[in-house]
């Protein structure tokens, strides 16, 4: 694609105490969906944050559309401009969806009522609340409260949307129809959705990060983070001591992920297999931005 970048991030780094939640990050995010995946306290949350404008960080700059967070007027821009739904949305339970959604409607500076109430009914609509808009929030399932979060970060049709985990919690089906929902918003703008669900990752993204301790270590497409596992997965009667990873299957025998001993029997790859690869103290690697 030759379109400029949404967000472009350089040097991003965050300290809290001793630790680098983010250490020095940079990176180009494109219309479609990114997968951000890593492990608890990888830096995910803190990114998204960063990126939402919600906390700022020590050192590092970036841009969304073109706009300059680091200034007072580049941040309303970039506010304008993006949609964010954290990992704990702060619900207050008695607000029916739609009054909650129409609370941070006001808070996104949607000033005219009748334009804004229209607003709120259109976002309402596009994650099917409709029916239940009226309801407390306290009187809805977990699914029913991830799509009012949605709701709320689809307010203004932004360009930049920042989903932190928004299929935790959710049965399958709900976790289905969330992910058409993730694929609908993605069709016309830019994502970044963490999660720790690699099947979200190969069913609806078309970019993934991988982050470990605050840093980048894997960019690129699912099929090439897939690709990082090719002929090194493999089925045995036992466990493989030599694996780096190893589980008994639902079939009784061991898949491994590793260096296979000759003439093992390999296995195809999949997008969890090349991420636990990552993982497992390979170099860090960024392809080239
Ligand atoms: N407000 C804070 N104060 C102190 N430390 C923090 C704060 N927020 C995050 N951290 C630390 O920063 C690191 C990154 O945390 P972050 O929440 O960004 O990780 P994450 O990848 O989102 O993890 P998870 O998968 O569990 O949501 C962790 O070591 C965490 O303890
Ligand atoms: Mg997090």
Same mark, same amino acid.
């Given at each position: 694609m030759t379109t400029a970048p949404t967000v472009s991030a350089s040097g991003l780094t965050l300290r809290y105490g001793g630790t680098a939640a983010l250490d020095d990050v940079s990176l180009r995010l494109r219309e479609g969906i990114t997968g951000l995946i890593g492990p608890n306290g990888a830096g995910k949350t803190t990114l998204l944050r960063v990126l939402a404008t919600a906390v700022p960080a020590d050192r590092g700059a970036f841009a969304v559309l073109g706009h300059d967070p680091g200034t007072t007027a580049g941040r309303q821009e970039a506010r304008r401009r993006l949609g964010y739904l954290p990992?704990? %949305? !702060?619900?207050?339970?008695?607000? @029916?969806a739609f009054s909650f959604v129409d609370y941070v409607a006001i808070l996104k500076e949607l000033t005219d009522r009748a334009a804004r109430h229209r607003e709120v009914r259109r976002v309402l609509e596009a994650v099917d609340l409709s029916d239940v808009r !009226? +309801? /407390?929030? +306290? /009187?809805?399932?977990g699914g029913m409260r991830q799509r009012v979060a949605l709701a709320a970060a689809l307010l203004g049709d932004p360009g930049l949307l920042l989903l932190d985990e %928004? @299929?935790? !919690?959710?049965d399958p089906e709900q976790r289905m129809r969330f992910r058409e929902l993730i694929a609908q918003a993605g069709e016309s703008r830019t994502v970044l959705l963490s999660t720790h669900q690699t099947e979200d990752v190969a069913m609806l993204c078309h970019r993934v990060i991988v982050m470990v301790r605050g840093r980048i270590h894997f960019e690129g497409t699912p099929a090439e983070l897939t690709a990082r596992a090719a002929g090194r997965v493999w089925s045995s009667a036992e466990r493989d001591p030599g694996a780096r990873a190893g589980w008994r299957t639902g079939l009784g025998t061991f898949r491994n992920v590793g260096d296979p001993p000759r003439g093992a029997a390999l296995l195809e790859p999949t997008l969890e297999d090349g991420y636990l690869l990552v993982l497992d103290g390979e170099p860090a690697e960024v392809a080239s931005l």
């Open positions: 990992q704990n %949305p !702060g619900f207050h339970l008695d607000f @029916t !009226g +309801k /407390r929030i +306290k /009187r809805l399932s %928004p @299929t935790v !919690g959710l």
